[in-house]
């Protein structure tokens, strides 16, 4: 409909589709009509005063029978449209399959990189965020059509791993690391800083281990793969639970082999310069601090993989863009990089590498961090949210079928729902009572409404196939639902340019809200069957949405609960 009110306008004030669909808007308030059309842009061109030209383009519109009433508001021309023609083509254009995905991006590739934890550290909750949101923006970009690589740059290679070999052999067992995993590497990490501190030829241990392990000595590395096995095996153990998965695992080692290219490139471009041994691309034209490429021991770091994974990448996937979901705190780290890329001479690298940054997440108030000792794995987190959900099944509805199941998806999901609610800069903080609270603003609560609507389907008759009378939903609320879930292509749209899930979480909720509006004020399983059939839609619809709507949370829905 919105077309056929482009083309209106376009006839009557003699515009061009673009200049028209550029100014047409939905109104913040119903009582400002279904469209509104602002001509203050317009004044300058035209020469008329704002007010009359709206009155003007009213005027020439006249007649028409879609609409019910145009209404001239200042400089507005507003449309109220003939709300069962309306209320038809939403119907139309939501009640299909694939209602939200579009082919926006057939034939695109997007890489995301995103989770990507510490070998030998634990996953902690900091790293539940970029997990979560990484495969929301994955799941988001998918719907648009887009083909998106899922990659795991696993911090697995640096001169950590040198200290822990050290430390491993001075003061580790086979036993204690197969038995205790990464705690137990943790432990080693810090004993090797305490013992450091006293002397520090155990850094130059560290450092030479560290320098067979990049000489590809078969020692250093048996160890070191070891390590990461291990490391692996229970990162994996999360992702489980998550019910994520990665197309790639190629962390730092993967690009050992490849920084020389990179540091050649560099050469040749004339960007590396010395300092104080070290080898770095000077960034201060640029207002950033120079980007370190080579140490003075000749070692590689963190930065000269990220330039060689993008190259990596680019040359392999040839991405249209390649997303890195960290903390803020790698900003300048993700910036210096960026922009190296350009300084080599490749113009790509401006608009396709992006950096998206969330906030810290903290624990009623405590600030979860490694080095504060306050350690909060996320397995922990996960584990206890589904405990949480357990217990309350148990009071509440002690005989539903497949507890277990139905706690993993709500528990789960309360974490994932209420990770992404907020836009993703924001501080997330825990407080169990707000993640599972029933009524408010909760994952829980969204999924609640989707299990209202699969019983609500469960218990009423109705003929799927009917026709629907569309003049039997001019219900306000059944009209607000309506439009509330009429706007899910375009909020997957906004999500994917923002790269902000949040946006895809704000309408799950608008749209449960709406439907409780309508559920209270309009009786579904009435005696008048076009009358059932008509709500009965709404349900369905409602349902659906809910559920691909969530599904790009990476949220499940459980049929009862
Ligand atoms: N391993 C890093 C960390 O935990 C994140 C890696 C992000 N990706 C990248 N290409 N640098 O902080």
Not at 1 to 21: C, F, G, H, N, Y
Not at 276 to 301: Q, T
Not at 391 to 408: G, H, Q, R, S
Request: charged fraction near 30%; proline fraction near 2%; hydrophobic fraction near 40%.
């Amino acid at each position: 409909m919105k077309e056929q009110i482009i083309e209106l306008i376009m006839t009557a004030a003699k515009l061009d589709r673009e200049t028209v669909a550029g100014i047409l808007e939905i109104p913040p308030k119903a009582d400002m009509g279904d469209y509104a059309f602002p001509c203050f842009q317009l004044a300058k061109t035209l020469r008329k005063a704002p007010p009359a030209i709206a009155a003007d383009i009213a005027a020439k519109i006249g007649d028409v029978d879609i609409i019910d009433k145009l209404e001239v508001k200042g400089a507005y021309l507003n449309f109220f449209l003939k709300k069962e023609m309306f209320v038809k083509s939403m119907l139309e254009r939501a009640d299909t399959a694939n209602f939200g995905s579009s082919a926006a991006g057939k034939g695109k590739t997007i890489c995301i990189d995103y989770s990507s934890p510490n070998v030998a550290k634990n996953f902690h909750v900091g790293h539940l965020r970029t997990t979560i949101i990484g495969n929301s923006l994955y799941k988001i970009y998918s719907k648009l059509g887009y083909h998106v690589e899922r990659i795991n740059h696993l911090g697995d290679w640096g001169t950590q791993f040198g200290k822990l070999i050290v430390a491993y052999k001075a003061w580790g067992s086979r036993e204690a690391v197969e038995e205790n995993g990464v705690a137990e590497l943790m432990r080693l990490y810090v004993k090797f800083h305490e013992e450091a501190d006293k002397n520090d030829a155990l850094n130059d241990e560290a450092r030479a281990w560290f320098t067979k392990m990049e000489h590809g000595n078969e020692e250093a590395l048996e160890i070191w793969r070891w390590f990461v096995d291990i490391s692996l095996k229970e990162y994996k153990g999360t992702y489980e639970l998550l019910g994520m998965e990665f197309d790639h695992y190629t962390g730092e080692s993967f690009y050992r082999d490849k920084t020389a290219a990179v540091i050649e490139k560099l050469q040749n471009a004339n960007l590396l310069e010395e300092s104080e041994g070290a080898r770095i691309v000077d960034l201060e034209e640029y207002n950033m601090a120079p980007c370190l490429i080579m140490k003075k021991d000749g070692s590689s770091i963190y930065a000269t993989r990220d330039l060689a994974a993008v190259y990596y990448r680019k040359e392999t996937y040839d991405f249209e863009k390649c997303l890195y979901v960290t903390g803020q705190e790698q900003k300048l780290h993700f910036a210096q990089v960026f922009k190296v890329m350009e300084l080599l001479g490749n113009d790509w690298a401006k608009d396709s590498l992006v950096h998206i940054p969330y906030g810290l997440v903290s624990l009623e108030g405590a600030k979860l961090s490694t080095r504060s000792g306050n350690i909060i794995y996320a397995e922990d987190i996960l584990l206890e949210a589904i405990d949480k959900v357990k217990k309350t099944i148990e009071e509440k509805n002690p005989n539903l079928e497949d507890k277990d199941e139905v706690a993993k998806i709500v528990g789960v999901g309360a974490i994932l729902f209420h990770d992404l609610y907020n836009q993703r800069i924001k501080d997330v903080s825990f407080k169990w009572d707000k993640v599972l609270n029933f009524d408010g603003e909760t994952g829980p609560y969204v999924q609640y409404t989707y299990v209202r609507c699969a019983s609500i389907l469960r218990a009423v008759s109705y003929d799927e196939n009917a026709d629907i009378n569309c003049g039997l939903l001019l219900d306000d609320e059944a009209v607000a639902l309506l439009k509330e879930i009429n706007r899910f292509p375009q909020v997957v749209m906004d999500a994917a340019e923002k790269y902000e899930p949040s946006v895809v979480a704000r309408f799950a909720m608008d749209v449960a809200q709406s439907f409780s509006r309508f559920y209270n004020a309009c009786r579904v399983n009435v005696e008048d069957t076009d009358l059932r059939n008509a709500r009965v839609k709404l349900v369905a619809l409602t349902k659906n949405t809910l559920k691909d709507a969530l599904d790009l949370l990476g949220i499940q829905c459980p049929e009862q609960m």
